[in-house]
């Protein structure tokens, strides 16, 4: 007969006072966050203490290579509430995201960054806002602290880009903090698409949406993960999600350039035949070239798009599982 520790006594315990169905989940995707990950443990659990209803904290460990999965094995070990979905490896932000979504059981769930640039004092507000019968509750950047004049100058291109191309009006200044309803979230969890925008899903769904404004911090400890190469990965799969525009204007700019070399040719043939001062193949070689050069440009974004359809048709799992950290007996 084997006889369970003290811990393992207590843990039960802890489980057993919990509700099966938590009203609030905290979906917090991590990737090498172990500087910050207790200071955000704690924050969280401060905030929602105070907002006195039952809670869990659902860590996606999105393929950590430092010591953050350590660290969430310590926290689940002290605290039922922490539950861990750890992936087998980096899938991407947006994927872990998807997976909190996946394994949330709360009434409401919270979308947050890990490393404390959105602040979980604002959860309380987004909460409020559910309450009065909000079913979406986007926070807005009023302010963003500690951040380049080039990483500002670019995320407001991008917002306003997106927002005149795409087929769905994206708020401006929006990241994925935000507080999703139950019946949004059994929505979103549905939608298997690889190439993923989930503020851009979140939006498309509909429903009743408020805004919450707040003031973005800087950094708390740790490195961007976001550099240069992701934040152009991530805006193709933005525009390409919920925009046809660049095929569009493949066709439309094809149109122009027939249209141009028709007018040039008859323009080229009329100065030959009566003037004879055309000479020479130098002209025809640039002419050559630029069409070539913008053939490729458009045969790249059919490619784009081409591929993001080869994905979706392979039917490949989003993410891979390899360990889940859970107080509860059910788990998804």
Do not use: C
């Amino acid at each position: 007969m084997v006889v369970p520790s003290d811990e393992q006594i207590r843990r039960e315990e802890q489980a057993a006072d919990m509700p099966s169905t938590p009203t609030y989940s905290i979906v917090a995707p991590v990737f090498d966050e172990e500087e910050t990950l207790p200071h955000f443990y704690q924050t969280v659990v401060n905030v929602m203490e105070e907002v006195g209803e039952p809670f869990e904290l659902v860590l996606i460990n999105d393929g950590s290579r430092d010591g953050s999965y350590e660290i969430m094995r310590q926290l689940h070990a002290r605290d039922g509430r922490v539950r861990v979905i750890n992936f087998s490896r980096n899938f991407g932000h947006q994927i872990a995201i998807s997976a909190g979504l996946d394994y949330a059981r709360g009434k409401a769930v919270v979308i947050i960054d890990s490393d404390l640039q959105d602040p979980p004092e604002v959860i309380p507000e987004l909460i409020e806002r559910w309450k009065e019968g909000a079913q979406v509750v986007y926070a807005q950047r009023s302010h963003r602290r500690g951040e380049t004049f080039f990483k500002l100058w670019t995320a407001a291109l991008f917002y306003r880009l997106i927002e005149r191309i795409t087929s769905v009006r994206i708020p401006r200044d929006t990241g994925d903090f935000r507080l999703l309803d139950r019946h949004v979230v059994d929505v979103l969890v549905q939608m298997r698409e690889q190439h993923r925008f989930m503020r851009g899903l979140s939006v498309w769904v509909g429903f009743r949406q408020v805004m919450v404004p707040y003031e973005r911090h800087e950094r708390f400890a740790g490195t961007t993960k976001y550099p240069l190469r992701k934040m152009v990965k991530f805006s193709l799969d933005a525009i390409t999600s919920f925009s046809h525009l660049p095929l569009k204007l493949a066709t439309t700019f094809g149109f122009i350039l027939a249209i141009i070399s028709l007018l040039g040719i008859l323009v080229a043939a009329a100065i030959r035949l009566f003037t004879g001062q055309i000479v020479g193949q130098a002209s025809t070689l640039i002419l050559v070239l630029f069409m070539g050069g913008i053939q490729l440009i458009f045969l790249g974004i059919i490619g784009e798009y081409l591929g993001r359809i080869y994905d979706e048709v392979r039917r490949r799992p989003l993410y891979i599982v390899s360990e889940v950290l859970d107080s509860e007996e059910g788990k998804k």
